[in-house]
């Protein structure tokens, strides 16, 4: 198996603030600092993070190692939301590398596809990015199978990154097939499924009220006794195995396949915990019963879904 620094990445979402209430500047950056001295090199951002602050602060942390870790060590990954037109994705880029501190993304990711609009000539212009060196490989994100095979035959694509959880594992059975006929390696994100599979939350109301969670499907009344039934298993399987629910539901996105997980710790003690999950190897027996709720819970899910936030695009 590939050293835990090779398999985990560090997901920036919450440094942005936004959605993340509360994120505490410091927090964030001890949890960079935590993840680099920890070995970890993929730092994985977007535009929309707190409308670029998840990128300043994680370009800006990153500088400060280089020193001792350089630019070439590093696997710097950010999205962009499709412009109202594809000559508006240079200059995007270029704002994304200004913010980043450097000269060179590893990967862009179209963060979401957009039904409103032709992918044709956004991808082609995408294509022309990856040939001014500007940008080194290409990745979707939250795309169908369908969109994905569509946008192959427009631009080489390199990474699909997608929602990988107990909660959420119908993504990964939908493209997991594809991705690998085409050689292009899974990005798994929200693994604890926003925080939700640590337990902390069973009820909509354990969230501050300005909190979005408190939105996410499992706390509608349809989803609701599968989801507790999910952190029931979580939190029995972790006591029989001397661990934690997080450290059950991380091991468990980590064995799905794929080629990287993000974490999404937003202080270094997360960190520190969620690091020590990628040592645990579960049980068959574990396995199975987690797979047993989890695809209970999906199966109450409409076919039509096809991302937790239930977002139309
Ligand atoms: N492409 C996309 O559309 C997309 C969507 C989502 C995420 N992502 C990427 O994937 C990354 C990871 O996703 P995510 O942030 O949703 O990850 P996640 O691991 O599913 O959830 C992260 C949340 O879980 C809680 N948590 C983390 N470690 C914990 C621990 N050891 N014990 C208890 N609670 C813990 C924290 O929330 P609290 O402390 O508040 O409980 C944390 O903010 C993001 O940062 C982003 O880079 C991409």
């Not at 590893?106 to 022309?128: G, T």
């Amino acid at each position: 198996m590939p050293p835990t620094s090779d398999r985990f990445g560090l997901g920036c979402w919450s440094f942005g603030g936004g959605y993340w209430l509360d994120q505490d500047r410091q927090d964030s950056i001890r949890t960079i600092h935590a993840a680099l001295r920890a070995g970890i090199r993929h730092f994985d951002t977007a535009q929309s993070y707190g409308n670029g602050s998840s990128e300043q602060i994680t370009g800006q942390q990153l500088r400060r190692f280089s020193p001792t870790i350089t630019r070439r060590d590093l696997t710097l990954a950010t999205k962009i939301l499709l412009p109202p037109s594809p000559a508006q994705l240079k200059p995007l880029v270029e704002l994304s590398l200004r913010r980043l501190c450097t000269d060179y993304l590893d990967i862009l990711y179209v963060h979401w596809p957009d039904s409103a609009k032709n992918h044709r000539p956004y991808f082609s212009e995408l294509q022309r990015l990856l040939e001014t060196g500007l940008v080194r490989a290409l990745g979707v994100s939250n795309f169908t199978p369908e969109l994905l095979t569509e946008v192959l035959s427009y631009a080489p694509i390199n990474y699909c990154q997608m929602p990988v959880s107990l909660l959420w594992p119908r993504s990964l059975a939908r493209l997991g097939q594809i991705c690998r006929d085409h050689t292009i390696a899974i990005i798994a994100y929200s693994p604890l499924g926003m925080g939700l599979l640590s337990g902390k939350y069973p009820k909509a109301e354990a969230f501050k009220p300005q909190d979005r969670r408190r939105t996410l499907f499992p706390f509608q009344e349809r989803y609701a006794s599968r989801y507790h039934q999910l952190l029931q298993v979580l939190e029995r399987e972790a006591e029989m195995l001397k661990t934690t629910a997080s450290a059950v539901a991380l091991a468990w996105a980590a064995s799905q396949g794929v080629s990287l997980v993000l974490l999404g710790a937003r202080s270094r003690p997360q960190l520190e915990e969620d690091l020590r999950a990628t040592e645990l190897t579960l049980p068959d027996s574990t396995m199975q019963k987690l797979q047993e709720v989890s695809q209970a819970l999906d199966a109450l899910i409409p076919d039509s879904e096809d991302n937790p936030f239930f977002h139309r695009w």
